[in-house]
């Protein structure tokens, strides 16, 4: 259950919108830009992304390494978590991979906080392929520091 008073329905008064704050996060992120990510969406408490696997991605037996997966939807859990205008850091995450990923798999993950307090965020993503199969389950645990996020230098 989301507590209204803790859980900001809009962004950091830095900022003009939730995309803003979520493309200032993503500008600042090196790893997730490497990894190719596309903000589809943003909103306060959900984002989703997409992204193409790269031949440079797989492991030894040709699929997806699994921390591409993972790294996927964690980046779409903070941005999420952090779209509120609050900064906030994971504590706790889980993934579970139901179907293999290869090369040239087009991902989307869609994370959705679904409950929060003052202190604490809980997230789940889902991650599908191009054929719309499930291949990547994930839970997060956030902690809000209470600070509120600034711009960039």
Known sequence: MTDAASTPETVAPSFASTRALVDSLLARDAFSQWLGLEVLEAEVGRSV???VVREDMVNGFGTSHGGILFS???SAFAFAINSGGVLSVAIDCTVSFP???RPGDVLT???LEDSSSNR???CVATVRNQDDVIVGHFRGTGFRTQRP???PP
Request: hydrophobic residues 70%; neutral net charge; glycine residues 0%.
């Open 49 to 51: 992304l997409r992204m």
């Open 72 to 74: 996927l939807a964690d």
């Open 99 to 101: 179907a293999a990923v």
């Open 109 to 111: 993950v869609t994370a």
């Open 120 to 122: 604490l965020a809980f």
């Open 149 to 151: 996020h600034l711009p």
